[in-house]
């Protein structure tokens, strides 16, 4: 769910959460928990197939096999155009060489951030 729609609403079979420490794999009976999001992919696996999503930060709750994520925005990998998404990357690599003290490096390391997890989401 983000703050103006809902991403996804449909039965999954595993999902792996870019958690902030690490990926996060969620299967039938997990435990119940809450854990903070990093910007990267959600990969679900449905019963027939793997669906990558781009996540903007947030948070996941996971309980009686019911998994909530609440994320700044969501993409899949048909609303993102591929050039674009590939020239947003370049883009940020460049911003991160170029940042040259701590506010500059840490909002490129976020763009970049971003537009990693977009170009996966697409590749």
């Not at 996941?60 to 609440?70: P, T």
């Not at 490096?105 to 990693?116: D, S």
Request: charge should be neutral; aromatic fraction near 4%; charged fraction near 25%.
């Amino acid at each position: 769910m983000t703050p103006d729609r809902v991403f996804w609403s449909a039965e999954a079979q595993e999902l792996i959460l870019p958690t902030n420490t690490g990926q996060m794999g969620i299967l039938t009976n997990h435990i119940p928990l809450v854990t903070a999001l990093d910007i990267g992919v959600m990969l679900v696996r449905t019963s027939t197939e793997w669906v990558s999503v781009a996540l903007m930060g947030g948070f996941a709750q996971i309980q009686d096999n019911k998994v909530i994520i609440l994320v700044n925005e969501a993409e899949q990998a048909t609303t993102i155009d591929a050039t674009e998404a590939e020239n947003a990357l370049s883009d940020a690599k460049k911003g991160l060489e170029k940042a040259s003290n701590r506010k500059e490096k840490i909002e490129a390391n976020l763009i970049f951030k971003r537009a990693r997890a977009r170009y996966q989401v697409i590749k």
